[in-house]
């Protein structure tokens, strides 16, 4: 039997979570589209998606978030820590270059060159 096709906010949604397994999801707004944080021990890492996150963008916010939960896991517990290690700035374009690699078409921050960048995305896994 073909899968259910995927449609609609809820549709995406679904289908991304499970298809996407590590984090723990939840739709809340944070004030952003999305949002990614972890408890201490970087045991739980938690991707936050806005209900109001337009549909049309929904796989690609998605696929930035995932691109964080990564850098989680490669960084040690806490975005705090690997803000301290890299940068937001870095830790947010390597995001959106591993997102348009997994499928998204839009991006917030974009995709840069910079060998910090570049050197996030290689130990993020592609
Ligand atoms: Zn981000």
Do not use: K
């Not at 707004?29 to 972890?38: L, M, R």
């Not at 938690?46 to 998605?62: C, E, H, K, N």
């Not at 890299?86 to 995001?95: I, K, Q, Y």
Request: aromatic content about 12%.
């Amino acid at each position: 039997m073909a899968p259910a096709p995927v449609s609609g906010w809820s549709g995406i949604y679904a289908a991304f979570v499970a298809s996407h397994p590590g984090p723990s999801y939840r739709v809340w707004d944070t004030g952003n589209y999305g949002n990614t944080t972890s408890d201490g021990s970087g045991t739980v890492v938690t991707v936050s998606i806005a209900p109001r996150t337009p549909v049309d963008i929904l796989y690609s916010v998605m696929a930035h978030e995932y691109g964080h939960y990564r850098q989680n896991r490669i960084y040690g517990p806490g975005l705090g820590y690997a803000v301290r290690a890299v940068g937001s700035v870095d830790l947010d374009h390597a995001a959106d270059c591993f997102a348009l690699a997994h499928g998204a078409t839009w991006v917030n921050y974009g995709c840069t060159s910079s060998p910090a960048v570049q050197g996030i995305l290689a130990r993020m896994g592609g």
